[in-house]
T-cell receptor
Framework: NAGVTQTPKFQVLKTGQSMTLQCAQD?????MSWYRQDPGMGLRLIHY???????DQGEVPNGYNVSRSTTEDFPLRLLSAAPSQTSVYFC????????????FGPGTRLLVL | AQSVTQLDSQVPVFEEAPVELRCNYS??????LFWYVQYPNQGLQLLLK??????LVKGINGFEAEFNKSQTSFHLRKPSVHISDTAEYFC?????????????FGRGTSLIVHP
C-alpha cells in the first residue's frame, strides 16, 4: 500500500495562474479531506468528501474547487492563484468504519509569486 | 462547535528530560481526542487517540496522554525525550460517530530537543 500520495511535492506559480494538486489513496477510504497549513495557524480544512460524487466546504474554501469522481482520487484546483494561497497543502483520508483516524499525505509546498 | 488550544507554541527541552505538551479543548458534548506528530518536511502521523474507556492513553515512541474531563485537557507526556523527538505536535478533537468526523486542530507546539 502506498497510502496517501500527493503530487507535485513543490510548485511555484505566478499570480493568476491555475493548477491542480493531486491526491490519491489506495486504502479504499470513503472519506477524504484537504487542509492547508500556515505557520502558527495549525491545519485548516479547505474541502472534504464523504464519498464519490459528494463534496462539501470546510473552513477556508474560497479560491479552491474540488471534485470526487472516484473513491481513490480527490484533486484540489486553484482557479486563479494568489499570494495568500502560498502554503503547504495536505490531503488526508479515513475509512467509514474508523472515520476518526486520518491518514495524511506528505504534502505539497506551494509558492505563489 | 469544538475548539482546541495548545498553550505553548514552542517547548525547548534537553535530551533525556521529561516533557509535557499542553492541550485544552472546549465542547459541550463528548469528543474524541488526538495527538499527531509532524517531523520536518513530512505529513502528519497519528501518535495516539482517546475514544473512550481508560483516561490514560499510550501511543507510539513512548508518548502517553491523559484525558481529564473536568479540566477539559488532554496533555501529552514523555518521561525522557530524544533528539529524534524534535518535531511539531498537533492536538485535535472530533465528534464521535453521528457527529462530524472532521477533526479541529490546534495551532501546534514545536518541541525542540537540545543535546
Amino acid at each position: 500500500n502506498a497510502g496517501v500520495t500527493q503530487t507535485p511535492k513543490f510548485q511555484v506559480l505566478k499570480t493568476g495562474q491555475s493548477m491542480t494538486l493531486q491526491c490519491a489513496q489506495d486504502m479504499n477510504h470513503e472519506y477524504m479531506s484537504w487542509y492547508r497549513q500556515d505557520p502558527g495557524m495549525g491545519l485548516r480544512l479547505i474541502h472534504y468528501s464523504v464519498g464519490a460524487g459528494i463534496t462539501d466546504q470546510g473552513e477556508v474554501p474560497n479560491g479552491y474547487n474540488v471534485s470526487r469522481s472516484t473513491t481513490e482520487d480527490f484533486p484540489l484546483r486553484l482557479l486563479s492563484a494568489a499570494p495568500s494561497q502560498t502554503s503547504v497543502y495536505f490531503c488526508a483520508s479515513s475509512s467509514r468504519i474508523q472515520e476518526e483516524t486520518q491518514y495524511f499525505g506528505p504534502g505539497t509546498r506551494l509558492l505563489v509569486l | 462547535a469544538q475548539s482546541v488550544t495548545q498553550l505553548d507554541s514552542q517547548v525547548p527541552v534537553f535530551e533525556e528530560a521529561p516533557v509535557e505538551l499542553r492541550c485544552n479543548y472546549s465542547s459541550s458534548v463528548s469528543v474524541y481526542l488526538f495527538w499527531y506528530v509532524q517531523y520536518p518536511n513530512q505529513g502528519l502521523q497519528l501518535l495516539l487517540k482517546y475514544l473512550s474507556g481508560s483516561t490514560l492513553v499510550k501511543g507510539i515512541n513512548g508518548f502517553e496522554a491523559e484525558f481529564n474531563k473536568s479540566q477539559t485537557s488532554f496533555h501529552l507526556r514523555k518521561p525522557s525525550v530524544h533528539i529524534s523527538d524534535t518535531a511539531e505536535y498537533f492536538c485535535a478533537v472530533s465528534y464521535p460517530p453521528g457527529g462530524s468526523y472532521i477533526p479541529t486542530f490546534g495551532r501546534g507546539t514545536s518541541l525542540i530537543v537540545h543535546p
